[in-house]
């Protein structure tokens, strides 16, 4: 196991990058990562994945009281990857995770993030987009138990798709149990389907076992581009290709924004700007 320990009351003020490059397909391999925050400690840590590789990954992330941890995981594998990820983060009293999530490549991608909630206090956001192209598949299946009163969490996840057969699927669990009054919780599924042949399936799931919560939802849209958008660009001389990539570019923006690296969301966009080429949409 590989781990990352964050002491306590420490800040550290850059982000600590693990890089993962290709190992290859010849064979599967496991990984296993460990990262802990000590009370009150502060850090964000950034994965990037790149190349071709057979990969299954465990990591946990433990979060003492207090503290604060933002968590980029960034899939910009080559086109033959099989990537199988559980992302699965316990979370103390007062604690904080942000997690971004994004997958612009790859043959296979299947990630499970999963909360758990230890204390009151606690709170989380989930955040990911994915831009899916002809022939992928994409899967993020997120999990959030709320065992404890007084916890807040966050999901919001955006997807395009351009391409024959490109498949993405995003399943949204929220599990709110008897002991868990004061829960404040939300979650979103948005997909855009830039060409015929896509398919994005989003399923957003609540279990509520008690009825003293602040607030619990869920929403979920599938649909094509704006020709209101497309319209007004191109009616100030914006060709549709340049236009049409502008409204991707502002789709997934909210989101990759939260990262807090210029040069990582210049990166993310400019992938997201060639896959678009590729698929000709």
Do not use: C
């Amino acid at each position: 196991v590989a781990h990352l320990a964050i002491a306590a009351n420490a800040e550290v003020a850059e982000p600590i990058f693990l890089s993962r490059t290709s190992s290859g397909m010849d064979a599967a391999e496991l990984s296993r990562v460990r990262i802990t925050l000590g009370t009150h400690a502060r850090a964000t840590v950034i994965i990037e994945n790149t190349g071709d590789s057979i990969l299954a990954e465990d990591l946990e992330m433990d979060l003492q009281p207090g503290s604060h941890l933002t968590f980029v995981a960034l899939q910009e594998w080559g086109s033959k990857a099989v990537f199988v990820a559980s992302h699965r983060a316990m979370i103390d009293k007062d604690a904080a995770l942000k997690s971004i999530v994004v997958t612009v490549g790859g043959s296979v991608v299947h990630m499970l993030p999963t909360v758990e909630f230890k204390a009151p206090g606690a709170s989380a956001e989930l955040l990911g987009v994915y831009f899916a192209t002809s022939g992928q598949f994409f899967e993020h299946r997120n999990f959030v138990d709320h065992l404890v009163p007084n916890a807040k969490s966050r999901v919001n996840y955006k997807g395009a798709l351009a391409g024959q057969d490109s498949h993405t699927v995003w399943i949204g669990d929220v599990f709110i149990r008897a002991a868990a009054d004061g829960t404040d919780t939300y979650e979103l599924n948005r997909n855009l389907l830039l060409s015929d042949g896509a398919r994005a399936d989003s399923v957003p799931n609540l279990e509520i076992e008690t009825g003293e919560i602040v607030g619990a939802g869920h929403a979920s849209t599938t649909g094509r581009f704006d020709d209101e958008q497309l319209f007004y660009l191109m009616s100030r001389g914006i060709p549709v290709a340049d236009a049409r990539r502008l409204v991707v570019r502002g789709f997934f923006n909210e989101i990759i924004s939260e990262i807090g690296s210029e040069e990582i969301q210049n990166r993310l966009m400019d992938r997201i700007d060639g896959e678009l080429a590729k698929a000709g949409a």
